[in-house]
């Protein structure tokens, strides 16, 4: 069954906060294998304009894969989660994540088509900080296969 093109510009309520530790970007660093000190060294983030260290830049997926799934878990968007491949995904960053930011994701539902008889939904991932400061844009696109 197709998705309903009724579903785009549905946005979902905002996430709790994610308080983003040095510990967690340097993890992150060291599992993309990017030694960059300006993701564990807040003296040599200080030394490239940062006020303490920053993450790499795909480090928003921690917050937008989980800000994300509130779509694909809503009952009326219908989504066949088994049937699902990630066809694309985008980062618009405003500014670096940043050691001691307070997160907050917001989901919309950005676009729904069918080609070739597979859905398509596109979601964008508003991240910002708790005052509102916008930090990243993310979008996702999932493709249900044979669904349509």
């Not at 040095?22 to 993309?32: D, N, P, Y």
């Not at 066809?87 to 070739?116: C, K, N, Y």
């Amino acid at each position: 069954m197709a998705l309903d093109a009724g579903l785009v510009g549905r946005s979902y309520p905002p996430s709790a906060v994610y308080e983003v530790g040095r510990e967690k970007i340097a993890e992150f660093a060291t599992a993309l294998g990017d030694p960059d000190p300006v993701y564990r060294d807040p003296a040599a983030a200080r030394a490239a304009g940062h006020p303490d260290v920053i993450a790499p830049p795909t480090f928003a997926i921690v917050l937008s894969l989980g800000a994300g799934n509130v779509v694909v878990e809503d009952p009326e968007v219908g989504i066949d989660y088994s049937r699902v491949v990630h066809g694309e995904q985008r980062f618009t960053h405003h500014r670096p994540v940043r050691a001691g930011d307070r997160l907050v994701a917001t989901a919309t539902i950005d676009a729904v088509r069918s080609v070739a008889g597979n859905d398509m939904l596109t979601t964008r991932v508003d991240l910002a900080t708790e005052d509102g400061e916008p930090v990243c844009t993310t979008r996702s696109m999932l493709v249900a296969r044979g669904t349509a």
